[in-house]
Nanobody
């Protein structure tokens, strides 16, 4: 499996927006499932959204549904996460994950233990 490289994190005020990117182009085939997780200090990792290789209907955690939007360059290994209406509780390290053969499914993508391929993370800090 190839490297996953996240970018786009930063510091914003509450109500602001950011767009995170995940570059998985090092892998020469198409990842079956790509997803975003985050981890805040002292908290468990949380699955945010997952999207299949087809870029079809994605799945979201309830905590971000309606505020975050996941997308993927149609069948490519570049993935994005649009973060809107950010709140201080969204402050965390955001990670990109991918699986080479298993599709995301409705809930499979949200289990961190299903993924062995993780990026290094990009920090998002939201101030009030």
């Amino acid at each position: 499996q190839g490297r996953l490289v996240e970018s786009g994190g930063g510091s914003v005020q509450a109500g602001g927006s950011l767009t995170l990117s995940c570059d998985g182009s090092e892998y020469t085939h198409t990842y079956a499932c790509m997803a975003w997780f985050r981890q805040a200090p002292g908290k468990q990792r949380e699955g945010l959204a997952g999207i299949d290789f087809s870029g079809g209907t994605p799945n979201y955690a309830d905590s971000v549904k309606g505020r975050f939007t996941i997308s993927r360059d149609g069948g490519q290994n570049t993935m994005y996460l649009q973060l809107n209406s950010l709140q201080p509780e969204d402050t965390a390290m955001y990670y990109c994950v991918a699986d080479t053969w298993r599709r995301c499914g409705s809930t499979w993508w949200a289990n961190e233990y299903n993924f062995v391929n993780w990026g290094q993370g990009t920090q998002v800090t939201v101030s009030s």
